[in-house]
């Protein structure tokens, strides 16, 4: 097969199952690694699965023997530590190689929630009020902060860290939360207004021109005791834990005037933070109609039936076409 027809597709050690590192397994999976593969090759690529492990230098001897036309990135992490996704991505801007997804800059915009917000403020999108804490430091709490709040970790990441736990109604519950963040998982805390209201994730496609495709909703129809209030891990992967709190993702029915109100904040978000290809804002839409961003998400998970790609396919995007718009958004950008 020519070499227009290839790819190389980028993945983290830890996803490659080591009695199928190809990927060719015809069993049924809910990994994204076998989706986009499978979807490569049943889209006539020739696709060579490279594992990132702990080695630049290996990593850059490799790319330099290969030289792909296109790395289709699906790494999250390097030595363990997910902040170092954009250093993958800069590695490769380096050696003027292109890949898919958001590059360096976005990543970097992106993965530090005070950092996002903030430029958010600036580009005047509506975002919680919050405040930062880093470890060392006594965490001041005004008088006028508003409660109940959130704590998460300032770099986080698929909701790590977050449950029911991480919503604090006072200033002492604040502050043990906090120091929870610091001590077991690690990281600054950032710690964020709680906003009522529906959770809503929109998916945008593209770089010069944007597609917003229609909204998603995750539903949380119980409210009484200590039904969850958040997106947590287990409300995202365990389907036991959803049934049992009659939890559901779902098409988001939206006023007309307030759907196109969400996509043109939502391009703003995308464009302020520089992501590319494709991106999914999480938000809250409040009693009022107001859309409040909590989230921006670069390069989301592609798996058959998430988020991503369940608004691509209600758009009338099959999943073959939505890997295929990304490699074309990829390959646009050869220099």
């Not at 290969?66 to 363990?80: M, S």
């Not at 770099?155 to 519950?173: K, L, M, P, Q, T």
């Not at 200590?226 to 036991?240: G, H, I, Q």
């Not at 670069?298 to 991503?308: C, H, K, S, T």
């Amino acid at each position: 097969m020519s070499r227009r027809k290839s790819i190389t597709v980028l993945v983290d050690r830890y996803t490659v199952p080591a009695e199928d590192p190809e990927f060719r397994s015809p069993e049924p999976t809910t990994q994204t690694e076998y989706h986009v593969i499978e979807a490569l090759r049943g889209l006539g690529y020739a696709v060579e699965v490279l594992p990132l492990g702990e080695s630049v230098s290996d990593l850059v001897a490799r790319l330099e023997r290969a030289r792909p036309r296109l790395v289709f990135n699906l790494t999250e992490e390097f030595y363990g530590d997910r902040c170092h996704d954009r250093n993958v991505a800069a590695l490769l801007e380096l050696m003027r190689i292109p890949f898919t997804g958001t590059g360096a800059g976005g990543l970097t915009l992106c993965r530090d929630k005070g950092l996002c917000k903030r430029l958010l403020n600036a580009h005047r999108v509506r975002v919680p009020e919050f405040l930062t804490c880093v470890p060392g430091y006594p965490v001041k709490v005004s008088m006028s902060f508003p409660f109940p709040a959130v704590v998460k970790p300032l770099f986080g990441d698929g909701s790590d860290g977050i449950s029911n736990a991480s919503v604090v109604e006072n200033a002492e519950r604040l502050v043990q939360r906090v120091q929870f963040v610091h001590g077991r998982i690690g990281q600054p805390a950032i710690v964020e207004e709680y906003i009522e209201g529906r959770e809503i994730y929109v998916t945008v496609l593209g770089n010069r021109r944007l597609r917003v495709l229609p909204p998603r909703e995750l539903r949380f129809n119980r409210k009484d005791g200590n039904a969850p209030l958040l997106s947590t891990y287990y409300v995202k992967f365990n389907d036991e834990y959803r049934r049992k709190w009659q939890i559901e993702f779902g098409d988001a029915e939206l006023d007309a005037a307030i759907a196109q109100n969400i996509a043109r904040t939502c391009k703003r978000v995308y464009r302020a933070l520089q992501i590319r290809d494709y991106g999914r804002i999480d938000l809250r839409l409040t009693p009022q109609g107001k859309a409040v961003v909590l989230e921006a998400n670069p390069n989301p998970d592609l798996a058959y039936g998430e988020e991503v790609a369940e608004a691509a396919e209600k758009a009338g995007i099959a999943y073959d076409n939505l890997i295929e718009r990304i490699v074309r958004a990829g390959l646009d950008r050869r220099p």
